[in-house]
């Protein structure tokens, strides 16, 4: 039996984006990715390993090497809207959160569990990571094109930044591809947050 359920959720791919190698998280739109193992060729988070941040920060030292499950950036247009609501704009472009691709069609994409896929027709498939939590990165480049609307970036983008995955079958993406939730068949872990004590 699988372990993975299909869900009633299919969500159109309304943008995409290549994050060039360099200082600046932003990315540039694209109408297509190539999507590796190792993510997509010549772009920032490419790579089957990388060098482990302070995400992990609990679990090893600065700069150790470790398996790359944050190949790509993907987010929710619905979630974009809100976060630039609450920012005070009227739109957010999607390059300023380095975005490789931004979703119509799955609510609260942020918080979908990790381990879940997003398949295309194709078959080209994407493992979710997990939730990727608000920086000051994308503040700065919001600042730089939106002087003093920089700062509430993070605040706004809390809860709402969107998920990071791999490639776990490789295959093209393009504008308009249409991708189906698939996620992991079992309960929540009754220990987290004292719901179950011993």
Not at 73 to 95: F, N
Request: aromatic share 6%; charged share 25%.
């Amino acid at each position: 039996m699988p372990f993975l359920r299909e869900t009633e959720y299919t969500a159109e791919v309304i943008w995409l984006g290549h994050v060039p190698t360099g200082k600046s998280l932003r990315a540039d739109a694209v109408d297509t990715l190539d999507l590796g193992f190792d993510g997509v060729k010549d772009e920032r988070h490419e790579g089957l390993n990388r060098a482990s941040c302070v995400r992990v920060s609990n679990l090893y030292p600065k700069g150790t090497e470790i398996r790359n499950v944050r190949q790509l950036s993907v987010l929710s247009a619905e979630e974009l809207r809100q976060i630039a609501q609450d920012m005070g704009l009227d739109q957010l472009d999607p390059s300023y959160l380095g975005a490789s691709i931004v979703l119509l069609g799955i609510p609260d994409l942020s918080h979908i569990p990790p381990s879940s896929r997003l398949q295309a027709k194709s078959g080209m498939t994407i493992t979710v990571d997990m939730e990727n939590a608000p920086c000051v990165l994308p503040g700065r480049e919001v600042e730089a094109d939106h002087p003093g609307y920089g700062p509430a970036f993070k605040p706004a983008a809390a809860g709402r930044r969107g998920i990071t995955g791999w490639v776990e079958r490789p295959g093209r993406i393009q504008l308009g591809d249409r991708l189906k939730l698939f996620v992991p068949d079992q309960p929540a872990w009754a220990y987290e947050n004292g719901l179950v004590s011993d």
